[in-house]
C-alpha cells in the first residue's frame, strides 16, 4: 500500500488530488470471483478519509465531523483479486454544510469506477449538520491557487 498526496493542473487551475495504491485482497472478493460493487464504496470512504486526515489539523478534526449523504457511483469495468488499484480523489464545490468528493477506481490506467459523494458536515458534540467554517472551506477550495 502506499499513499501521496499530489498538486496537479488541469487547465488554469490547482486541483488538490490524493493518491492510494494498493492490490486487492480476497476480502474484496464476491461469488462472481471479482470486487464486489459495495466494496467500491467502501474504498471511496477510505480514500476520502485518508485525504481529509492529511488536510486537516486535530482541532478540526475534533470539532466536525463527515457524513455521507448521497453516493453515486458508475462502474465501467471488473476488479480481479490481486489487481493493483490507485483510487485517485479530489473535492469539489463546497456550499453551506455540503461538500461534493470525487474518486477514480484506477486499474491499468483506465478508470474502471468512479464515485462522486456529497458530504454533509457536522457538529461532533451536536450531531447537527453545521455551516462550514472559513477554516474548513479554504482546505476544501480545490480551485484555489496556493
Known sequence: MS???????????????????FKVDKN??????????VVYLDWAQIVAEKHWNQLSEKLINNNYVWVVKRHEIDYFFPV???????????IGESYGVK????????????????????????????????????EISSLLDSNKLT
Open 28 to 37: 474484496s472478493i464476491d461469488g462472481l470471483d471479482h470486487v464486489n460493487n
Open 80 to 90: 480481479f483479486l490481486n489487481d493493483e488499484i490507485t483510487l485517485n480523489t479530489y
Open 3 to 21: 499513499c501521496i498526496f499530489v498538486l496537479q493542473f488541469q487547465g488554469m487551475h490547482l486541483k488538490k488530488n490524493y493518491t492510494y495504491t
Open 99 to 134: 461538500s461534493e468528493r470525487y474518486v477514480n477506481i484506477i486499474k491499468d490506467e483506465k478508470i474502471v469506477c468512479s464515485v462522486k459523494t456529497i458530504w454533509c458536515l457536522l457538529d461532533k458534540f451536536t450531531m447537527k449538520p453545521v455551516r462550514i467554517p472559513i
